[in-house]
Structures are given as structure tokens and as C-alpha cells.
């Protein structure tokens, strides 16, 4: 018998944001934090009947359900297995005759996060699949300034999921260690 040791969720990989996929807010792609199916789990027959919310407007289809469903259902958990890629044509601005501190590119940038003991009570949670990639096409200026890198970006998220919270302009300043 396989015995898998599941994660914490600081230990999880999240993406999403200017930094990873473009076009999302940070850290919000993949598995979200799940109701308890139930609350009358009997550890003898291992058994708990799943009551979910079917039709995903907020109200319970039971009392046994968790009345928190509504504002959990937000908050990302990250997952075991993280997928993201980046494809940038880098293009000259226009009108501005010294770019050596500007960088600006088209992109379309892809991935998602996904866990590999998804339950099938669990929100937006996925098995490694192309079909569930995420994708953001846009464009992105680069500008080294005195006090570093700033960046900015316009994308266009599509093929979004119900729960993915998308952002359309993203800003930074700085880099990551």
C-alpha cells in the first residue's frame, strides 16, 4: 500500500500574477480551500455521506453543510504540481531613441497548478491535464530605473475557469530573490 504524505500548504506551489502568469491575480490559480463534505464522519465504516453545494450560488444543499462555503471558497490552497511557461517576442518602443533601460515585449503566458489526489468533493482542484492550462496573452514594459526595475503589463486572459480571478493590468517594482 502506497502511503502518500500529503503537503502543507506552505509547502504547496502557487501561480498567478506578474510575476508567473500575467493576466490573473497572484497566487490564485488551482485548488481552492474545501468545505467539509460533511460533518458526521463515522471513523468505524470510514464513511461520510458528500454533500456539496451542486449548484455553486453560496447556499448549503443540506445543514450539514459548512456554512462558510460562500467566503472559503475563494482562498487558494496551491497544489503538488505546478505547470507554467512564458513565450515573449521582445519589439522596440516607438518614439524613444534610448532603449537601453526599456525592454518591452508581446507574450502569452500559460500554466496552472494542479494536485495529484484531487477528491472529487474538492473545488478547482485538477489532475495534471492540457486542457486545464490557463492562458493570458499581452503586452509588457520593462524600465530600469534608479530604484529598479519597474514593470507593467496589459494581458488578456482566456479559457478562465469559474473560480480564477483575473486582473487585466499588473505592476511591479523590484525583483524577487
Do not use: H
Not at 461520510?48 to 450560488?57: G, K, M, T
Amino acid at each position: 500500500m502506497e502511503i502518500l504524505r500529503k503537503l502543507r500548504f506552505f509547502e504547496n506551489f502557487y501561480s498567478g500574477g506578474p510575476r508567473s502568469i500575467r493576466g490573473f491575480e497572484s497566487n490564485t490559480l488551482g485548488p481552492r480551500v474545501t468545505p467539509s463534505p460533511c460533518y458526521d464522519f463515522d471513523p468505524v465504516t470510514e464513511e461520510c455521506p458528500l454533500i456539496v453545494d451542486s449548484d455553486f450560488d453560496g447556499t448549503p444543499d443540506s445543514i450539514a453543510q459548512n456554512p462558510y462555503l460562500y467566503q472559503q471558497r475563494r482562498d487558494p490552497i496551491g497544489g503538488n504540481l505546478l505547470i507554467e511557461g512564458s513565450l515573449q517576442l521582445i519589439f522596440k518602443l516607438p518614439m524613444i531613441e534610448d532603449q537601453r533601460s526599456m525592454r518591452s515585449a508581446f507574450f502569452l503566458d500559460f500554466g496552472n497548478v494542479f494536485s495529484t489526489d484531487c477528491q472529487d468533493y474538492q473545488i478547482n482542484c485538477f489532475e495534471p491535464s492540457v486542457d486545464e492550462l490557463r492562458y493570458s496573452i499581452g503586452v509588457g514594459v520593462t524600465w530600469i530605473t534608479g530604484f529598479g526595475p519597474m514593470s507593467f503589463s496589459f494581458s488578456q486572459p482566456f479559457n478562465d475557469g469559474i473560480y480564477d480571478r483575473t486582473e487585466e493590468f499588473q505592476f511591479t517594482i523590484g525583483t524577487v530573490f
